[in-house]
């Protein structure tokens, strides 16, 4: 099984589409073209596996080449282990990667277990057979940007707003792009110049300054004409942003993406030049991390600043301000994570990152649905000016995806009217339609997703096992329960699903009730814990929860 | 809510059996009967309760009567918070209960956040609905010493055989009978006159000697005569015992029920007099411990000479030999623990605790069932004795049940045979099956079931997850995923399901699928992990396991 890619087409390999589906999936998950390291069978995230084994891949392959449609597959973590009889209705895989008896949920007795061959980490969409390529990151700081524009500003919409970021590596490197799609002018600050270069060749950022003073000039004119332009300038954010608030310079929205979570590996000190920083890491680790605190310090000093002159500043997730905590800086959490302050209100709409995949291959059949779902939501600016810019700007990697941020009640029309353009032959062959873990109702996270709940319930993890029952009972096409995704083993618990839109009256029903079921789980758990706006989009789709005060 | 009650009979209270018989069932469990405590909504096992607090109690009573035959209630940790559209073919209701994500899960986070009114331990079935009283510690001891006669003697029939034991406690005090029904004489040895006296009252002790000889000579008598009897001796296992070893007295079976697992109030120091033990506890507990550690070593000490003896001595799950090598004892662990000695091989079989209730609250009909199934399974002669014991040995507490361990074939026998006796009358209303969570394939649990695997798979807790997600998939009435029962909050991962039996051919299509799904996932479990047993059941069974070497 080497250089692997899913089967295209409308010819069946597998006895139906419910079994080609998670066929096609699986092996797309595996394309070199999407996997960090298909031979190791490595998708992304660390260690993010689609099979726990090479002969594990082989025997998922075989099963489902024969699976019927009354039957369901069983997967522990990678490896089919189980055919039992079920019915028409019911998933046809049904997954369970990496977890573990909490008290034995440490990263090493994973290692320990995963070398003896009895488990697999999953990640989200790795083990679960829906992982898309980088669109993902990309839309999602997208979304946030928008999340952000519409909370603060009214509209989505950032044209003619200015944001400050730093870091353009592996997952930072998105921001100028979901920035400019987004509207927006942005700066961007690098200490490595193969990072800019990186996102220069792709034109994940359009321009380098040569100075602070030209990339202000740039950015402050791209501003005033509301014209989306992305500026990187090569320096250190602890240099450079406490220059900026000296000079007294605003921008709309200020955050940063160095990997600061590991300061000595991902993070530059300022008094360090960079082209010596790897020796001194090397050298004397323990000098490296005092500078790089003092510089995490300097710089979350200056972003406490940036909140004092009224820019709306947000932590994306680096634990910037836990390290600066750590320095001394006292004051280093007056400004909020990204989800408590962005994403969580869009949780408690159903709102989040929801997928599709064309199994035909062809990317006009992605064309078509983009068409559909502008017309089908015509007032959905965010979603407009995504749909607008994507085709353009995001390359597809195996077969033709398409990832857009809907909520309660969106989810079930734009399922609905795939499933339709599927039926009457627009669109060429079947599609799925899946989501990340990282959802709305199907994850426990109390470092990310769950960060702060109002009411307390961060660590409460009853909540995705609950919807990866109700996504069974449904009848997705294809449930999953992972631990450890997103935030390490011990951190987290999470769910997915998938489901098959083969254009019949039965994928109908199915996408109907799953896709209602699915969303609606993230609006009675953020209902649960008080959000008023979970409250209204309650009452406003017209959910049964017994207990909520509706 | 005071003084609950199922209701009885056959006419319905709520929209269809599908319905009534989880509401039966669930006030069942807090039936005064039933319940430990009924008032604190407390069923059994510490803190386990059926629902979270009064209020949820009647929110989830409220939901049941209305749900509709295509709808599923959401549970979550005691309180419903949702209803969504799933389909006829679906589970009823899904619980999830006491799940804490894994680095959060202690008891001192447990406890905040149940104070917090956010969650509620479950335990295995009271928070899941299909707890039937003592029945099924007095079932599962039975079980027990039978497995371990067939193991060691080559027949569940302990006539003509020889148990000797301590502990006539809460649980412990189920031995005599037990040991009775399975044709054994025993000694029990207990330090408190009360715990003998509650168990001569209730019968499950035949008689109390009065010195070690008269106890000696009773039992033997007995034995020889191939007659049952418990013989019950007021003394301290430390002394005892090692005295047994000393006369060369030779026992069939050794084992220990003191409540060794917590010393200072379950195992009383053979130096104190039984009257002073109480006041060194409160007076000088250090010292009490280390007078309680002194005699585990010499009461292991024993048992490890009866070993030598050539008697079959196995631990209880009391920690016993953990305590015995803590003070000193290097050969503790030279005997087995009961469930890797006797539990494991059945449920390499997919043989567990499978029970059922009555929802008519008739005894009639769990007589017709019993009388049914002794016709079904002649040759079990486990399930002759047990059955043609019960009816006169065990009251019922609630609505009538049954528990009768059955493994991977025989569950979906019994299941069709009790469906079809409803179906022509014979049985008066509906019925429900059910297990306890100690089961098969339903549980992760280091220190209990899943105790030294011997592929080192304890701690891996995909397996319950497969478990409840596939009987959801197969079309249980209600599933159950929880946390932390029988040994606490950190250390297990288990789940149940329940289906109704009534009488109708829809119900006997989902009987046919769950109950050979469900310990089919145990017989899978098991044969994954390499055990022999296991594959032979697989390969008898017919099951399909894609990865095992069948
Ligand atoms: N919680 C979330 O959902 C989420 C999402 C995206 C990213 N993140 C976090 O964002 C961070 C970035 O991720 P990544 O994959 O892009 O990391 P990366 O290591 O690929 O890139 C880090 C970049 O920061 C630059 N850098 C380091 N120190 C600097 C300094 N002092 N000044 C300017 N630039 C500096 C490096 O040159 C590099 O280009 C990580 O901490 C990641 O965990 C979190
Ligand atoms: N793992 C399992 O599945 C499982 C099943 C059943 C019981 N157990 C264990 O068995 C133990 C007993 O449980 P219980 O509920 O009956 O406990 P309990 O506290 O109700 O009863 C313990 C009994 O032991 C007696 N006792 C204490 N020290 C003694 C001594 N030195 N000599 C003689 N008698 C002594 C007490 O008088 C009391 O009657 C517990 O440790 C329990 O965890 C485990």
Chains 1, 2 share one sequence.
Not at 67 to 94: C, I, M, N, W, Y
């Amino acid at each position: 099984l080497s250089a692997i890619r899913a089967p295209r087409g409308s010819a069946l390999s597998a006895r139906s589409w419910q079994t080609e589906a998670p066929l096609r999936m699986l092996l797309n998950n595996l394309d070199p073209e999407v996997a960090e390291h298909p031979q190791e069978l490595v998708v992304y995230g660390g260690s993010g596996r689609a099979a726990r084994s090479h002969d594990a891949l082989r025997a998922i392959v075989r099963t489902l080449l024969r699976l019927a449609d009354d039957e369901t597959l069983l997967v522990q973590s990678g490896k089919p282990v189980g055919v039992f009889r079920t019915h028409e209705g019911a998933p046809r895989v049904l997954i369970a990667n990496s977890l573990l008896v909490p008290a034995w949920a440490s990263w090493s007795e994973f290692r320990r277990l995963e070398a003896a061959g009895l488990t697999m980490f999953g990640q989200m969409t790795a083990g679960s057979w829906i992982y898309i390529g980088t669109q993902g990151i990309l839309q999602g700081t997208y979304q946030t940007f928008c999340a952000a524009g519409e909370r603060h500003f009214g509209s989505p919409d950032l044209s003619g707003r200015t944001i400050l970021t730093a870091g353009l590596g592996g997952m930072g490197g998105a921001q100028p792009l979901a920035a400019t799609m987004a509207g927006a002018a942005i700066l961007c600050v690098d200490v490595d110049q193969r990072s800019i270069d990186r996102r220069l060749a792709t034109r994940y950022v359009d321009e380098q300054a040569g100075t602070l003073d030209d990339a202000l000039a740039r950015v402050r004119a791209a501003a005033a004409a509301r014209r989306p332009l992305s500026v990187a300038l090569r320096g250190n954010a602890a240099d450079v942003f406490p220059e900026l608030v000296a000079r007294g310079e605003r921008f709309d929205l200020v955050t940063d993406q160095t990997a600061a979570h590991d300061p000595l590996t991902g993070y530059v000190p300022a008094e360090v030049p960079f082209e010596e920083a790897a020796g001194l890491r090397a050298r004397d680790p323990q000098r490296y991390l005092e500078l790089a605190s003092q510089s995490i310090v300097a710089h979350v000093r200056a972003m406490c600043d940036f909140v004092r002159m009224g820019c709306y500043v947000f932590d994306y997730g680096n634990n910037l301000r836990g390290e600066a905590r750590a320095g001394g800086l006292e004051e280093a959490f007056s400004y909020p994570g990204f989800v408590p302050a962005y994403i969580r209100p869009l949780f408690c709409r159903g709102i989040g990152p929801f997928r599709w995949a064309a199994l035909s291959g062809d990317p006009a059949d992605i064309a078509v649905i983009d068409r559909a779902l502008r017309a089908l939501f015509p007032d959905d600016v965010l979603l407009q000016r995504w749909l607008a810019m994507a085709p353009g700007k995001v390359a597809f990697q195996g077969l033709p995806a398409r990832i857009c941020w809907l909520g309660y009640g969106d989810r079930v029309k734009a399922g609905l009217a795939i499933n339709e353009l599927v039926r009457v032959g627009e669109v060429s062959a079947p599609v799925v339609i899946g989501r990340d873990h990282l959802d709305s109702g199907s994850v426990a996270s109390p470092y990310r997703e769950t960060e702060a709940m109002q009411d307390g319930s961060d660590a409460i993890a009853d909540w995705p096992i609950l919807n990866a029952l109700l996504n069974t009972a449904a009848g997705a096409t294809w449930v999953s329960v992972h631990h450890g995704g997103g935030v390490g083993i011990g951190n987290s618990i999470h769910a997915g699903m998938v489901v098959l839109a083969d254009g019949t009256a039965d994928a109908a029903a199915r996408l109907e009730r799953v896709l209602t079921a699915d969303p609606g789980t993230g609006v009675m758990r953020h209902a649960d814990a008080g959000y008023e706006e979970a409250l209204d989009a309650a009452r406003a789709g017209g959910l049964d929860l017994p207990s909520a005060p509706l």
